[in-house]
């Protein structure tokens, strides 16, 4: 990164999850594409690496070292959205948008999919399939569980999991009630309708700018209930065989306002599809090849589109 004497002005930024942690897999891809399209217009960086705030009426983005750092037209963000706090991340990405950045995705795009309760109320208002659902905000664990409209079995999920963490099959109440008081307090739980048609596997779909660009189907290894590669689970890839599950992936990323979206649908009885989730900051296997240069092609919109802030 530049030395804090000098912080050179560019176009695109990668904006990735604090040091130590390395760019991997699909973050690693996306950097040397950008980088060979962009040159010395694109940067990376790193959550931890900013102070901001305002100076003087003005707002102000500075590196540790006090200098003062442009903002990019675009900012490409690959920080997981299910591990970011409002007074942390959410803030510096809210700054960014306020200094006049453009969000790949934008900011309340991530924080939807940031809350898998969120993201089931946008999916039911437009229209489209998703497991019933119940979840809380104070009322007790204990309570809830005890709810005669809990219906079993159910999938038990944290609102802010990712990777297929925090997710078990609740095969009846008995067993909801004996786990309730190990379960985390401080995040809230969901209760979500099991589509044992699906059990272990999983459609994964890349939208792109109103275009699924990547599908695959997941499989899980071991019989479980995750078929998530962070898992262990397998895929098949398999873009162009479901053609009306990619159309409901799209509208699926529209409706929660993602230009660039991991869709998750399960498979649901009679040839149809229920929609599990939807991601704002999606990994894709080495063989979805088209996934990179859609993103790419995304930025560069965004580029063309950008105007300074008024």
């Avoid at 707002?59 to 990019?72: K, N, S, Y």
């Avoid at 963000?77 to 409002?86: E, N």
């Avoid at 309340?108 to 119940?134: I, M």
Wanted: proline letters at 7%.
């Amino acid at each position: 990164m530049a030395s804090a004497a000098s912080v050179p002005e560019v176009d695109v930024w990668l904006l990735v999850r604090e040091h130590p942690a390395p760019l991997q897999g699909a973050t690693r891809e996306l950097a040397g594409a950008l980088a060979a399209l962009h040159g010395p217009r694109f940067a990376i960086w790193h959550t931890d690496e900013f102070v901001f705030g305002v100076h003087k009426g003005r707002l102000i983005l500075r590196t540790l070292g006090g200098a003062d750092v442009p903002v990019p037209k675009v900012v490409c963000v690959r920080q997981i959205p299910g591990s970011m706090l409002h007074d942390r991340e959410v803030t510096l990405l809210r700054h960014l948008e306020r200094m006049g950045a453009t969000l790949l995705n934008p900011l309340d795009a991530q924080l939807v999919c940031r809350n898998k309760v969120w993201q089931s109320q946008e999916l039911a208002l437009a229209g489209l399939p998703v497991p019933d659902t119940l979840s809380y905000a104070t009322a007790p664990l204990e309570g809830v569980v005890r709810s005669p409209r809990l219906d079993t079995p159910c999938v038990v999920k944290s609102v802010g999991g990712t990777k297929g963490r925090q997710v078990f099959l609740a095969p009846d109440t008995r067993m909801l009630r004996d786990v309730a008081g190990a379960l985390a307090q401080e995040t809230p739980h969901l209760f979500q309708e099991y589509v044992s048609h699906s059990h272990g596997r999983d459609l994964r779909l890349i939208v792109v700018d109103g275009q699924t660009v990547a599908a695959a189907v997941r499989t899980s290894s071991d019989g479980g209930l995750a078929s998530n590669i962070a898992r262990g689970g397998a895929a098949d890839l398999c873009l162009g065989r479901w053609p009306e599950a990619e159309e409901l992936a799209v509208r699926a990323a529209d409706a929660v306002g993602l230009a660039i979206a991991g869709v998750d649908l399960l498979f649901a009885p009679e040839g149809a599809y229920t929609v599990c989730e939807v991601n704002a900051v999606p990994g894709w296997r080495p063989g979805m090849t088209a996934v990179t240069p859609a993103i790419t092609d995304c930025v560069g919109r965004r580029l063309k589109a950008w105007k300074p802030a008024e």
